[in-house]
Every structure is written in C-alpha cells, then in structure tokens.
C-alpha cells in the first residue's frame, strides 16, 4: 500500500495554512518532539559550520508550528521541513509556499505614505457648510468626512488640509491613502502598522529603529510626535480599528479622515457628512470647469447637465473634462445629449453616464489604454507600466496618459505617477471584459509581469550583483494560468521600455517607488496560477540574492 501524500505547501494561502501544513508534516513524520526536531536542525546547520551562538532552540522551533504569525523565519522553517523529510525537492516546494505567501503578505502590508499633501485643486468651489465646520478641527483633533463613492470627499480633506497650514502652518504633514474601498479583492484595506513603519520613517525614525508589532509602533509614532505640529490625512479609510492607531494624541495635532463609512468609537471625533453639492454649487462648479464655452440657445443648460449628473462632484468633473475637449459643442448640445442618454435608460447611475460620455470621447487606443490601465494590480503606476500592458513604446505611453488625465479619468498626484478612481477603475473593467478576449488581457497582464520581474531583478541585481555563472532561462509570454512555464532571467529583456537601472541610487530609488505596485503583482501572480513568479518577485523586495536555488523539476 503506498504512503499517504505528503502535504503540499503549494495551496497554502497564508501563513496560518503554512503553518497547518508543518503540524501535518509533522505528525507524517512520526509526529517527534520539538527536541527532536531541533536536534536535527542543528545537526544540520553544525554540519554546515554555523556557530553554536547561531543555533536553534527548543522554543523557537515549536514557535514555528503555533498559528496567528505576521511572519515566519524562513531558513527555520526550510530547516524544519528537511528534518521531517529530507527531500529536496520538497523543501523546494516549501521554498516556493514560503515566498508565495510573503508576497501576499506584501500585498496588505505595502502602502505608499507622503510627508507632503496633494494639490490642492486650482478654483476650488462650493462646501462651504462643510468647511465651516471643518474650520473647528484645530480644537477638536479628530475630523471624518463621510459620505458616498464619489462624492468629492478627498478633494475636500485635501482643500481644507491646505488652507488650515495655509493660515497657520504644520510643523509635519503626513497624507495616507488607506486603500478602504479597492475593488480589486486582491489590493485589501491597508495594514495600521505598515502606515506606521512609513510614518516613522517620514519623521526621521531609522528603519534599524523602528520596533515590531502594531502596539510597539503606535507607541513610538506618539512619541515622535511629542512636541510636533503634525497636520494627518487619512484618506478612504475602511474602519475605525484601521484609523485608531493613526491618530495622533500629542497637543497640537489634527488629523482629517475621509470613508464611506461612519465611523464610530473614535476619541473627540466630528463627524462631517459630505453629500452632493447642491444645484446652486453645482452649477457653480460646473460653470468654473468650463469657462468660455457657449451657452448656446437654452439658458437652463448649465442646470440641466448638473441635475443629470445628480449634482454629484465626480460625474461633473466628468463631464467637464469631457466638454472641454468637444469643439463646436455648446453647453445646450451637452445637455440634450445627457437628457437623451437618460431618457434611454442606457446606463444605470450618473456616474456612469458621465463615464461613458468621456469614455466614447477617446480614441480607440486612448479607450484601450483606460482599460488595461484598470487592470493595474497596484494603487498606482507609471508609463512604463502602461507600456508593458499597451505592448507601447514609452512617447506614446505618456501621450495616452496625458489624455486620460486632461480628461479627469486619471490622476497624478505625484509627478509621473498616475491613480485611477475606485468608480473609473470599476467602469473600465467592465469594458474590458465587454471589449477585450480574456487572452489579450491575459497577455497584457503577463507582459506587465514580465516588466516588473525585468526591471526588479536590474535594480535588485545592481545594489546585490549576483555571481557570474548564476544564469536562468529566457522569459515566458504565456499567459498567468497556463502552468509552470520558465521562469524570466534576472538579465532577460521583458520587450517593452524599462528604465536604465544600473545606477545604485537609481535602482534603490525605483525600488523605493514600485515597492507597492511589485508586492501588488506578487500577490496577483500567485492567485491566478503562477506562484514561482510571485515568489522571484517577493524575493527582490526581501532582498534574498537572485538566482535559482529550486531544481528545475519543480516547474
């Protein structure tokens, strides 16, 4: 009678079924003790000739068999799975589960933090209820905007964070996209204590010096705060327990939150609702966002296009954007244009109907550059990024860009870095499912993966140059579900534009910048079938050196 399989840490989807996978192991083993065990690792690791002062203990060893870990050390565990069963190609197999999963772990963890606020938007109207209450957030400390998806509640927070430095300026500013609502499941809220981690460091905190665990965290950023004016943005935030740990307590500070939620259980919190603007500051808004654009022979069309985006700040925008780049239109052809789209029930929100108006407005290549910049796993990204999906060269990539962002369908709050609404983001996956084969989204997505796995191991390979005979096999362009294909070279070519990386600081900064967007592709890669790419990618952001240590039997 064969033995019973033994269990397969390529399922696993976090560290709490790894874990469950090494007690499983474990008892197909023969179930010894952790002494045991721990007696065979360090057999092992003396062999090896590591010092007695670097060895393993009992209790570190059972540690790693306990659920409920942020992390895991990975060298005890590989150690821990050889002594059950010393096969190496199944602690290959372990090698693979253990970066799979540290690229998911990314995935929730990364989160870009700025120590400057975004732009504030140039003839900023309407809000002025809001506003006024906003005006007692020096006294209170705590302020929530809270309203719907596109209601216009960042651009609020934003407006108002600048004019409360503006009157009295901020020894420190700190702004946080939170992430609260992505529709990508695979982009989860963020995490506190990576918010934290990135917080510190912006106040001057060493990365040496930064503790572990989200208590230890808090308690360092209150600290640092002592004495600090610091003006926090906490932007599109999902629950109070994701906020709490951010909010500073120290004399002096405000912090501005936005969610689509109300949020209870905050210390001294005003609660603000944002809703629409009203027909008066919506017409207001619309006529600045259009300015010498005729009329033409209805007088009430200014009033007619706000009512027909139901006063919501995003559709205006919208369709601002959209009726900035129509010529010859005047705002009654606009008008009677939404009043038709309406009368035909064609679409099922303003939103929507606003988004369809700009969408249509583009070129073809602009609609499809709109709908593979949606299928972005990360919260934001590049033109080279666009290029890789679009199979585009770089000029082109950022005239496609440029468009998408004169048109409000994109942002960039940083320059050269670009952010797509929640409701943009949804809309134009629609369209690619309605206009694009799974196969060439696919395809793009796999160039995408074949950039960032090139353009990483450059930068990684620049600041760890890795040893002359280390050389892998040429990249894959199949699609991400189709198996175990190659993996790409560290050296490889992806055939679309990278940036010249071979500067350290170049390559350091760049891995700085991408960090999110690269944690984001890991994880995407590992859900949808390639685990082994997933891995090479968290390996360049964990900084392990870049070379293949599995056998190639494992793909």
Known sequence: MPPPPLPDPAGAGSLDELVERLRLLKIEAGDPSYETIKERVNAAWSAAGRKPADLARRSTVAHAFQAGRRRMNTELVLAVARALHPDEAYVGRWRLALRAVAGEIEAVSQVRVHGELPPDLPGFTGRR?????????????????????????????????????????????????????????????????????????????????????????????????????????????????????????????????????????????????????????????????????????????????????????????????????????????????????????????????????????????????????????????????????????????????????????????????????????????????????????????????DYYLTASAAAHNTLHPPPRASVAAAPTHEPLPAGHAREPSPTAAAGTPAPDLTDPAAALTWLDTERPALAAMATHATAHGRPDLGARLARHLDGAPDVLEQPPTLF
Request: proline share 8%; glycine share 8%.
């Open 129 to 449: 209820q809001e506003l006024g209450r906003l005006s007692a957030a020096r006294a209170a400390g705590v302020v929530a905007l809270e309203g719907m998806a596109g209601v216009g509640k960042t651009r609020l927070a934003v407006h108002a964070a600048h004019r409360l430095h503006g009157h009295e300026p901020f020894d420190r500013l700190l702004f946080v996209d939170l992430r609260g609502f992505h529709p990508d499941a695979e982009q989860p809220p963020a995490d506190p204590s990576a918010v934290l981690d990135g917080f510190l460091r912006l106040l001057g905190v060493p990365g040496s010096r930064i503790p572990k665990g989200l208590d230890a965290l808090t308690t360092a950023y209150q600290k640092q705060l002592i004495g600090v004016r610091a003006l926090v943005v906490l932007d599109n935030a999902a629950t109070s327990g994701q906020v709490r740990p951010l909010l500073p307590t120290a004399p002096g500070c405000v912090a501005l939150i936005t969610s689509r939620r109300h949020l209870t259980g905050l210390p001294s919190v005003i609660h603000v609702p944002v809703e629409v603007f009203t027909a008066d500051e919506a017409a207001s808004f619309l006529s600045g966002a259009v300015p010498g654009v005729p009329v033409g022979p209805d007088p009430r069309a200014v009033a007619v296009i706000a009512q027909q985006c139901g006063h919501l700040p995003l559709a205006l925008t919208l369709v601002a954007g959209h009726i900035t780049t129509s010529p010859g239109w005047t705002l009654t052809d606009h008008a009677d244009r939404l009043s038709e789209r309406h009368r035909d029930r064609r679409l099922d929100s303003d939103v929507e109907i606003a988004l369809d108006l700009s969408y249509r407005h583009l070129s073809p290549a602009g609609q499809r550059a709109l709908r593979l910049a949606a299928l972005h796993p990360g919260p934001d990204f590049d033109a080279y990024a666009v290029a890789a999906l679009a199979r585009a060269d770089l000029p082109t990539a950022r005239t496609w860009l440029d468009h998408l962002r004169t048109d409000h369908l994109i942002h960039e709050p940083t320059p050269g870095r670009y952010t797509v609404h929640d409701l943009v983001r949804a809309y134009a996956a629609t369209r690619a499912q309605d206009q694009d084969p799974p196969a060439e989204r696919q395809a793009a997505l796999t160039r995408l993966l």
